[in-house]
Nanobody, 119 residues
Framework: QVQLQESGPGLVEPSQTLSLTCSVSNYSITTSYYYWNWIRQPPGKGPEWMGAIAYNAVTYVNPSFKSRTSISRDTSKNQFILQLNSVTPEDTGMYFC???????????WGQGTQVTVSS
């Protein structure tokens, strides 16, 4: 079974950069035709799709985050990485990674990781 696991710091100071890693097991992130996504959910709000990196390394970022978000991958480790720059307390929330075969078709999810932006 495909497994995804988020990892990274639980606490980040404002203005700093958040980096989260999604480690994928039992499925190569380079396999056609899947997309590897980051979704977050702030407290009291609905989920927000942040972006994705495709099997062929093409990236897609939600325009709401585009100016300060990048997504990359490390194929040797079968991981993909979210980088969110210049964080503020509004970036606090649960962050998930998920696989998708097409838009909004998320079939496997990580358990999520809590991120708090605070000084």
């Amino acid at each position: 079974q495909v497994q995804l696991q988020e990892s990274g710091p639980g606490l980040v100071e404002p203005s700093q950069t958040l980096s989260l890693t999604c480690s994928v097991s039992n499925y190569s992130i380079t396999t056609s035709y899947y997309y590897w996504n980051w979704i977050r959910q702030p407290p009291g709000k609905g989920p927000e799709w942040m972006g994705a990196i495709a099997y062929n390394a093409v990236t897609y970022v939600n325009p709401s985050f585009k100016s300060r978000t990048s997504i990359s991958r490390d194929t040797s480790k079968n991981q993909f990485i979210l980088q969110l720059n210049s964080v503020t307390p509004e970036d606090t929330g649960m962050y998930f990674c998920a696989r998708a075969e097409s838009y909004s078709d998320f079939d496997y999810w990580g358990q999520g990781t809590q991120v708090t932006v605070s000084s």
